[in-house]
């Protein structure tokens, strides 16, 4: 992209777990933890950094920051474009 004359253009491809408005922090918590432990596995990062991934693992916090800042970065897009749904 940067060749087209778009030098900051970034679609990182992520992935993330989400659970329903409301859930128990408790429950979040345990969530994130057993995720992180299995995403940090040597196997597991084997495996993705073959397919061109690389595991971050944040934590829900983090992750919601970068989730609102994904949903106004793209909205901002949509609305210099005129894309609508």
């Given at each position: 992209?940067?060749?087209?004359?778009?030098?900051?253009?970034d679609?990182?491809?992520?992935?993330?777990?989400?659970?329903?408005?409301?859930?128990?922090?408790?429950?979040?918590?345990?969530?994130?933890?057993?995720?992180?432990?299995?995403?940090?596995?040597?196997?597991?990062?084997?495996?993705?950094?073959k397919?061109?991934?690389?595991?971050?693992?944040?934590?829900?916090?983090?992750?919601?920051?970068?989730?609102?800042?994904?949903?106004?970065?793209?909205?901002?897009?949509?609305?210099?474009?005129?894309?609508?749904?």
């Amino acid at each position: 992209m940067a060749e087209a004359g778009m030098p900051d253009f970034d679609t990182s491809l992520w992935f993330g777990i989400m659970a329903p408005a409301g859930t128990p922090q408790t429950a979040i918590q345990k969530i994130a933890s057993a995720a992180e432990k299995a995403m940090h596995r040597s196997d597991a990062v084997e495996t993705l950094q073959k397919q061109g991934f690389e595991p971050l693992g944040q934590g829900p916090d983090a992750f919601k920051r970068y989730l609102l800042s994904e949903i106004a970065r793209w909205s901002e897009v949509a609305r210099r474009t005129g894309v609508r749904s």
